[in-house]
């Protein structure tokens, strides 16, 4: 059963920084899609980045210039590196994966847990 699990969400002053990493585990062939959402209270969950292959990146407009979505295949992992953070950047991020089973057959989008980002003013 493949599972992701996130880390890096936390409290930093406007302005500041943060690193999310997410790791995808299990039994798996491949990913496809890798990316990050965010979902504020009371409002919609939206796209923030995303990457496919190792270098197709794409990003929100409120993400352009200030987020980096990277991957380290080897590890399975993604990350998304959040500069100059606004309070309106204040949100549970969670990261998804577009995944091809073991056999090859099927492609699942796979969710973290999510992860609290809090920026203060």
């Known amino acids: 059963q493949v599972q992701l699990a996130e880390s890096g969400g936390g409290l930093v002053q406007a302005g500041g920084s943060l690193r999310l990493s997410c790791t995808a585990s299990g039994r798996f062939l491949s990913i496809t899609r890798m990316g990050w959402y965010r979902q504020a209270p009371g409002m919609q969950r939206e796209e923030v980045a995303g990457i496919i292959g190792e270098s197709h990146t794409m990003y929100a407009d409120f993400a352009k210039g200030r987020f980096t979505v990277s991957r380290d295949s080897a590890k399975n992992t993604v990350y998304l590196q959040m500069n100059s953070l606004k309070p309106e950047d204040t949100a549970v991020y969670y990261c998804?994966?577009?995944?091809?089973?073991?056999?090859?057959?099927?492609?699942?989008?796979?969710w973290g847990q999510g992860t609290q980002v809090t920026v203060s003013s």
């Open positions: 998804v994966m577009l995944i091809r089973d073991a056999e090859g057959y099927y492609e699942n989008d796979y």
